[in-house]
């Protein structure tokens, strides 16, 4: 028993020197040009949406996110501060867009997540993929409206797209006054 033990320690003293050796050498590429490679891809995916997932369980999802007045405040905030990465109905990928790794999810393509799982991912952003806690400078009220839009985009044309943002407020702050205690 007591060898298993020592070949057991050993082997993870072992394991624990070459990750370590791994680290500090800087092996590993984290350019965002170079992807990841599959096996690390997939555990990043996992922990990610687990984690989003878990944190977003409870959260309690307003009964209004169908509101006009609020999907229209939504589109403003989306077309001002999410647009230029996650991209909108008849718009060609930017910059921005193009030079992130992982790739911004195109929003108007639909999505999996649930009311509360955007809601937490746009209050709180998300580490190492550029998408940032809105949630440091924007209230619930505001980030609720996001969400609304977020569930209409998809169905969006282009024009019905611009026409939304067009009746949105035309500015940041007059877009958050709705919001202001």
Known sequence: MRVWLLAALGALFAITAIALLGIY???YN?????PHTGWVYSLLQTVRDRSIAAHAASVIVPANLNDPKRITS???????MCSSCHLAPGMSRTEISRGLYPRAPELRRGSRSTAAEDFWVVKNGIKMTGMPA???THDDGILWDVVAFLRKLPELTADQYQALVKSAPKTHDAMNSDHRP
């Open 30 to 34: 984290v350019a965002a040009n170079v």
């Open 74 to 80: 939504g589109a403003g905030q989306y077309a001002e």
């Open 134 to 136: 809105w949630g440091v």
């Open 25 to 27: 050498g800087g092996f």
